[in-house]
């Protein structure tokens, strides 16, 4: 069964940092873009960020831009989230998730990230 | 990078069809074929069940189907079930090399 395992969420004060990482198992994680989508308490979905297959083209939503980064290392098929300037609103639980035709085709279950001081 | 416009909810009883629509531009929905729509029950990760604003993945029953005029999409659920009691989302490729989501749409079954 694909899996796709997110770990790295936590309490963390604004300003501060957190690294998420997504371990794909049962999965072609190699022929795969990928991308983070969260979600705000009792809010919808909102797309962060992606990434080409061989991790040689990223693309930001301006609400991150110049504060996360994305990236993978396809040996270890894993994808990463650095988040750097965490701000209260950035509160939300992050997917990972597999692209396919930009349909989000398989998804983990999430890690929470709470930002408060 | 505005979200795409959804209504906040729709409803229907169990074997009538109910059709919930996605509104975009022509730099989103109406330019590219790449929309999508995803099913999320409370406390469970999104399922993806239309992309390409047409195809379904392998499983998904094709009770669920999509389709595109201009710059709106639809999700059609017909022969409602309790089971599809949840909220629905959209998505769509944009110009921006970036992927914008619907506000959702929760779907109850009367």
């Known amino acids: 069964q694909v899996q796709l395992l997110e770990s790295g969420g936590g309490l963390v004060k604004p300003g501060g940092s957190l690294r998420l990482s997504c371990a794909a198992s049962?999965?072609?994680?190699?022929?795969?873009?990928m991308s983070w989508i969260r979600q705000a308490p009792g809010k919808g979905l909102e797309w962060i960020s992606y990434?080409?297959?061989?991790?040689?083209?990223?693309y930001y939503a301006d609400s991150v831009k110049g504060r996360f980064t994305i990236s993978r290392d396809n040996a270890k098929n894993s994808l990463y989230l650095q988040m750097n300037s965490l701000r209260v609103e950035d509160t939300a639980v992050y997917y990972c998730?597999?692209?396919?035709?930009?349909?989000?085709?398989?998804w983990g279950q999430g890690t929470t990230v709470t930002v408060s001081s | 990078q505005s979200a795409l416009t959804q209504p906040p909810s729709a409803s229907g009883s169990p074997g009538q069809s109910v059709a919930i629509s996605c509104t975009g531009t022509?730099?989103?929905?109406?330019?590219?074929?790449?929309v999508s729509w995803y099913q999320q029950h409370p406390g469970k990760a999104p399922k993806l069940l239309i992309y390409?604003?047409?195809k379904r993945p392998s499983g998904v029953p094709d009770r669920f189907s999509g389709s595109k005029s201009g710059n709106t999409a639809s999700l059609t659920v017909s022969g409602l079930q309790a089971d599809d009691e949840a909220d629905y989302y959209c998505?769509?490729?944009?110009?921006?090399?970036?992927?914008?989501f619907g506000g959702g749409t929760r779907l109850t079954v009367l």
């Open positions: 990434i080409s297959s061989s991790g040689s083209t990223m």
């Open positions: 390409e604003v047409i």
């Open positions: 049962r999965f072609a994680f190699t022929d795969y873009y």
């Open positions: 998730t597999g692209v396919h035709y930009f349909g989000l085709d398989v």
């Open positions: 022509s730099s989103d929905v109406g330019g590219y074929s790449y």
């Open positions: 998505s769509s490729y944009a110009d921006t090399n970036s992927l914008l």
